[in-house]
C-alpha cells in the first residue's frame, strides 16, 4: 500500500479491505520471488496492488494466489505498525532483499522530517503504508480476487507496465456471494459482449482505439436518441448550430482550455503557418456564435444547442468500449442568459433532464454539487467572488425545485462550478452522464456583451448544459439498463416477418412493406431455416416482435404476433396490430 492510501478515519469495511491488499501483496511475493510492489488502494466495492511481477500472470492464476491468501489469513499472523526516518524507508528500499524504485520514488516525495508508517504482516513481511489494518490476518473473512489487467506506473504511458489484480472483501461470506452474483448479471449485461452480439458498433485496430465505429443497428440506436432529443429542445426554444471539429490553438488560448486542459488534447496540427486542434469543447464555438452580431436583452435567454463532436486523448490503458472513447458527441447547449435568467434557466435544465430520464426509464441517480477546490490555484481560476455567485445560484436552484445533492469539493470544471446528475450501475459505481454548469468566467475571457434595457453594454451569463451527456457514454448505460432489450421505439429491428414456407414470403413481404410505410424498422426472414429456428434467432437479437405468417394469415389478412417477453399473442388483423405499433411507439412505452 502507498503512504498516501487509506486515512485513520476508515470504515471497518474499507479497513478489512486495505488489509486483504497487503495480503493479497505478500502472498504475490511469496508465489513470484522478486516482485517490485507499486500501490494498492482501496476502491469502490474491493481493493487492487499494482505490482511489477518476473512472470506474467493471468486470470487463471488467481485461484493459486487466492489459496495462499487464505494460508497467511489461517495464520491469523498480527499487523504491527512502526515509524521509519525517510533516510530508513530509503535504505529499505535500496538493499539487496528489496529493491524497489517504486517505493522509492514514493518516499522521496515525502518531506524530509515527516515520519514514514510502515506495517509488519506478521514477522517476516513489511510494506510502506499509511495504514490503518485490522488486528490480524484472520479478520479477513470472505474476499475474492476478480481479475488481471495491465497499468502503467502512475498511470503514464511512458512509465513501465505492472500488472494490476483487482479483488473484492466483505464482512461475511452472504455479502460476497451477493457481490459476486451483482457482478456476474453485470457481466451478462457489458455493453460491449451484447454490442458485439448485437451487431452495434465495433472497433479496428487500423482505424486506432477508442474510436468506435457505428453499424448500421448501433447508428440506428444513436439516430432515434438524437432526434428526439433534438426535437425535445426545439419544442424549449434552443436553436440547433453546427459547428466545426477544429479550431485555432488561439481560440483554446483565449478560453483558457491551453492552460487547463491541453494534456487531454490531440496534438496540434500544421496547416501552412495555422495551427489548429481537434476540439476538446464545444463551447468556444458557440460564443464564435453568439459573437456574431450585436445581442439585445431581448434576445435573452438565447440558447445554442449542437450535437457536437469532441475530441479527448485519453490513455490507451483507460479506454473502455464505449463508456471511455477518444471521439465522443455531445448532446451540448450553451445558454446565455442575464443574471436575472439563471435560477429560471437552470431549473428548465433540471426539468428537462428528469423528463428524459423517465421516458428512460433511469430512477436510480442522484445529484452532486461539484465545486472548485480554492487551494488548487492550477486546476480552477483563481477569483473565489465569481466561484462564490456560481455555488449560491446552483444551491438557490436545487433548494427551488426541492432536490438532494451531495457536495464535492474539487469536482468543478476550471472555470465554474456544475450540477452532476450521477447514474448508478448495478453495482453501484456512479458516473456523470448529464451536467449543468454556471460560467461567468468564459464571458470576461471573450468579452461578451448585450444591450441592456438601459441601453448600456452588460456581460452575459453562460450556462452549459448536456441533458444526455454523450451519446457514447449514454448508449452504453442503456445496453447494459435495458440488456440489450431496447424498448420498441429504441430498438434497431423493431418487427421481424418470418414466413412459415417459401410460398409465404411475398405475403410476408407485403406485411414489412406495409409496416415501413408506417415508419417501422423491419426485416423478413426468409431463410431455409425452420420457423422455430427463426423466432430463437430473433428472440436472441432482442427484437421486441415476431410476427408469423402462414397460410391463414395470408387468406385473412392477419399476422401471428409474438411479443420478445409475452410470447404468443395471437393472430391479429394486420392494419390493428400497425395500430397498436404506434401507439406503444408514440408513448416510447
Known sequence: MSHNGSSVSASELEVMRHSAAHILAKAVQRLYPGSKLGIGPVIENGFYYDIDIPSRVGDEDLPRIEAEMRDIVAAAEPFKREEWSKDQALQHYASAED??????????????????????????????????????????????????AGAYWRGDERRPMLQRIYGTAWQDQDQLDHYLALVEDARRRDHRRIGKELGLFMFSDLVGPGLPLWLPRGATIRRELERWVTDLELERGYQHVITPDVAKVEMYKVSGHWAHYQDSMFPVMHAGEEELVLRPMNC???????????????????????????????????????????????????????PDQIQDEIVGVVELIEDVYRVLGISDHWYRLSLWDPNDKEKYVDNPEMWERGERYLKEAMARLGLDYVEAPGEAAFYGPKIDIQLRDPLGHSETISTIQV???????????????DGQFHRPVMIHRGVIGTLVRMIAYLIEKYGGAFPLWLAPVQAVVIPIADRHVDYASGVAAKLRKAGFRVEVDSRREKMQAKIRDAQAQQVPYMLVVGDRDQQAGTVSVRERREGDLGASPLDEFVAVMQARREDRT
Request: charge should be negative.
Open 439 to 453: 460560467d461567468f468566467h468564459l464571458p470576461n475571457q471573450f468579452q461578451l456583451e448585450y444591450v441592456g434595457e
Open 284 to 338: 468556444p464555438h458557440h460564443i464564435q456564435i453568439y459573437q456574431y452580431e450585436q445581442r439585445s436583452y431581448r434576445e435573452l435567454p438565447m440558447r445554442i444547442a449542437e450535437f457536437g463532436t469532441m475530441w479527448r486523448y485519453e490513455k490507451s490503458g483507460e479506454l473502455s468500449g464505449l463508456s471511455r472513447v477518444r471521439r465522443m458527441d455531445l448532446n451540448d447547449a450553451h445558454i446565455f442568459c442575464t
Open 99 to 148: 529493491d524497489n524504485p517504486y517505493k522509492r520514488e514514493i518516499i522521496e516525495a515525502l518531506a524530509e522530517d515527516e515520519p514514514i508508517s510502515f506495517y509488519w504482516t506478521g514477522p517476516d513481511w513489511v510494506d510502506l503504508c499509511r495504514g490503518p489494518h485490522v488486528a490480524n490476518s484472520s479478520q479477513l473473512k470472505a474476499f475474492k480476487l476478480t481479475n488481471v
